[in-house]
């Protein structure tokens, strides 16, 4: 079993896509083991996406995932990381559009930046991510 970490961003949590997307986890089989919503302060996410500094987007997705609150969700499953990336589809939505419509950055997600939902893009990361967002007392 792995765990993977998912968080619906501002423009889906804004769309009221939280429960169509918990949804689609639970009936791909995943078990749901921790969520929360909240809102990152710049600091947090900053940190968060610490892997991404200096990369040309970074400060628009910083101000992006502060601009409303998230909702996050500790998954647990068989090959977590890799299903769940394969579910939500390429990061950029309108090429998830042509190439896995029915992913949830497809059907949810506007362009590149605002894409509906993050996941973990390898153990390593989850490792990283998990912890990030959810104390031990938080874990079901
Ligand atoms: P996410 O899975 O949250 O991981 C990093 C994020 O950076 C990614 O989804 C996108 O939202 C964002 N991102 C990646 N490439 C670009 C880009 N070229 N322009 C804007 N945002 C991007």
């Known amino acids: 079993m792995e765990r993977t970490l998912v968080i619906i961003k501002p423009d889906a949590v804004e ?37 991404h500094k200096g990369r040309p987007f970074y400060n628009e997705l910083v101000e992006f995932m502060t601009s409303g609150p998230v909702v996050a969700i500790l998954l647990e499953g068989e090959n977590a990381v890799k299903r769940v990336r394969e579910i939500i589809g390429p990061t950029d939505s309108e090429e998830a559009r042509r190439v896995a419509p029915m992913s949830i950055r497809a059907l949810f ?24 967002v959810f104390s031990n007392l938080e874990l079901c």
């Open 15 to 51: 769309k009221g896509a939280v429960g169509k997307i918990l949804d689609r986890f639970i009936t791909e089989g995943f078990r749901i083991r921790a969520l929360k919503m909240f809102r990152f302060t710049v600091e947090q996410a900053r940190e968060f996406y610490a892997v």
């Open 109 to 132: 997600g506007t362009d590149k930046g605002k894409n509906a939902v993050h996941a973990s893009d390898s153990l390593e990361s989850a490792a990283y991510e998990i912890p990030f």
